[in-house]
């Protein structure tokens, strides 16, 4: 079965800082995509960037980006000039190109500190 | 825009009584899932279904059960409510992969509830 492991649980970055969330997962499969997820404090869990497994190239969004290593398995999470508004429990998530179901890390709580 | 809509934002509930937890998506998903999330074990998956009446067992279906009479519609039911079900639960939607979409999830705002 798939794993995804977020090995911090807590984060804390200076506002205008940057700042990156790691991720690991596990699979023997060559094809998948990986999502970032954001619960902001009491609302909705909302979608932050996506990467399918077969492109090289790392997605970004804005001031969002993530480094894929695909050999290594990691998935990182990169927010550079971090604002108030991105406090909140960030989410790895894994989903097998084929598949319907994501399974998700244990997740980083994000402290901006203004 | 995408909207799933949970019917209760927070739920107090005695231990044995039945619950219901319902979650409706206006749009069109074939895929909807009861996700619950706890603190230091990230989301974890209940049940899923990809079409009207059909549903599989995810990760932790134990003391739940679901039913999904219409596409747009996904409950989620403790039988019998116990004090480790005290939680908060999330409805996701999302298209179906087969089509050739990232399968991507569109969420609830979730439904705490609290079993004493």
């Known amino acids: 079965a798939q794993t995804v492991t977020q090995s911090q649980p807590e984060m804390s970055v200076q506002e205008a800082e940057t700042v990156t969330l790691s991720c690991t997962y596990d699979t023997s499969e060559s094809d998948y995509y990986l999502f970032w997820y954001k619960q902001p404090p009491s609302r909705q869990m909302i979608l932050v960037i996506r990467?399918?497994?077969?492109?090289?190239q790392n997605a970004t969004e804005n001031r969002f980006s993530v480094n894929f290593q695909k050999a290594a398995k990691s998935f990182s999470l990169k927010i550079s000039d971090s604002q108030l508004g991105d406090a909140a429990m960030y989410f790895c998530a894994y989903k097998e190109t084929s598949g319907s179901r994501l399974t998700f890390g244990e997740g980083t709580q994000l402290t901006v500190n203004p | 825009d995408v909207k799933v809509t949970q019917s209760s934002r927070y739920l107090v509930k005695r231990t044995g009584e039945k619950v219901f937890l319902e979650c409706v998506q206006d749009m069109d998903h074939e895929n909807m899932f009861w996700y619950r999330q706890d603190p230091g074990l990230g989301l974890r998956l209940i049940y899923f279904?990809?079409?009207?009446?059909?549903?599989e067992k995810g990760d932790i279906p134990e003391g739940y059960s679901v039913s999904r009479e219409k596409k747009e519609r996904f409950s989620l039911i403790l039988e019998s409510a116990s004090t480790n079900q005290t939680s908060m639960y999330l409805c996701?939607?999302?298209?179906?992969?087969?089509?050739?979409?990232?399968?991507?999830?569109?969420f609830g705002e979730g439904s705490r509830l609290t079993v004493l």
């Open positions: 996701a939607s999302s298209l179906n992969s087969a089509q050739g979409n990232t399968g991507e999830l569109f």
């Open positions: 279904s990809y079409d009207v009446k059909m549903k």
């Open positions: 990467q399918e497994a077969y492109k090289q």
